[in-house]
């Protein structure tokens, strides 16, 4: 059993990237999530203006947020999390005994440690600026 962490996961998480993964979740399960009468390209277009303004104020002067989701925006929890659903998937597919997610803090539990190494490369694989770290976990055996 492993913990693999995301490295900086916010700030490595492009506006585009994270609005294509929640485009597909909404295709994906739009018959399914109540959409207050919006359209999808309606829903897409308004998360285009919330992203477009990531503007923060530190110590006295303001700057904007020019690469990856700003932290302190609302939506970016969401949008990182629905991120890293994506490129988790090859993962969960392959099938390791377990595995569960908080939001960049991922427990990992294969059979072997190929298909556990297997995993940390799959992850690895899925985005340019995505890095897993790794630690494996290790417990004392009761006699």
């Known amino acids: ?6 490295t900086a996961l916010y700030t490595n998480v492009s506006n585009d990237s994270a609005m294509q993964a929640i485009f597909e979740l ?10 207050y009468g919006f359209m999808v390209a309606q829903l897409m ?3 285009k203006e919330c992203l477009s303004c990531s503007i923060f104020r530190w110590s006295g002067k ?4 020019i690469r990856g ?3 302190g925006q609302r939506l970016a929890p969401s ?3 629905a991120f890293v659903s994506k490129v988790e998937a090859p993962v969960t597919d392959l099938g390791p ?3 569960c997610r908080y939001v960049d803090d991922c427990f990992v539990l294969c059979s072997t440690q190929e298909e556990m190494d297997k995993c940390f490369e ?3 694989a899925q985005s340019e600026y995505i890095k897993f770290t790794r630690e494996m976990l290790l417990y004392p055996m009761r006699s």
């Open 79 to 81: 949008l990182a999390i």
């Open 69 to 71: 989701l700003a932290i």
């Open 1 to 6: 059993m492993e913990s693999f962490d995301i």
């Open 97 to 99: 005994l377990l595995y």
């Open 62 to 65: 303001y700057y904007t947020q």
């Open 122 to 124: 799959l992850l690895n």
């Open 26 to 35: 909404l295709l994906q399960h739009e018959g399914e999530i109540n959409m």
């Open 45 to 47: 277009a308004l998360l």
